[in-house]
């Protein structure tokens, strides 16, 4: 499966974005899709995952509150909404997806298979 992400960009702080994620073509039921991002100089961390089966959202404490991950099955596209951004969410943001057994797994890189090309976002007045 190949994962083509976009809706990167420059936005003020407090500001909002949408990130897409689109699938090559149509996942199993198992297939989980995440998000992660890399800011420079920093390692590269996990925000967000969804399963297709049940629509069960993970995220992690940075993120909680002010993003929102969710579907669109027949579109095969996976959404990140980011509301009330800030200058430390200035990251290369990825989605990844893969058919991962267990949610504790989610924030882990290398159970994911596919991955997309990364959009930048830049959080900045």
């Known amino acids: 499966v190949q994962l083509q992400a976009s809706g990167g960009g420059l936005v003020q702080p407090g500001g909002s974005l949408r990130l897409s994620c689109t699938a090559s073509?149509?996942?199993?039921?198992?297939?989980?899709t995440g998000w992660f991002r890399q800011a420079p100089g920093k390692e590269r961390e996990w925000v967000s995952a969804?399963?297709?089966?049940?629509?069960?959202?993970y995220y992690s404490d940075s993120v909680k509150g002010r993003f929102t991950i969710s579907r669109d099955s027949a579109m095969n596209t996976v959404y990140l909404q980011m509301n009330s951004l800030k200058p430390e969410d200035t990251a290369v943001y990825y989605c990844?997806?893969?058919?991962?057994?267990?949610?504790?797994?989610?924030?882990?890189?290398?159970?994911?298979?596919?991955w997309g090309q990364g959009t930048q976002v830049t959080v900045s007045s």
């Open positions: 073509r149509e996942t199993s039921d198992y297939y989980t």
């Open positions: 969804i399963r297709k089966d049940n629509g069960m959202t």
């Open positions: 990844a997806g893969g058919p991962i057994p267990q949610p504790r797994y989610y924030s882990e890189a290398h159970w994911y298979d596919d």
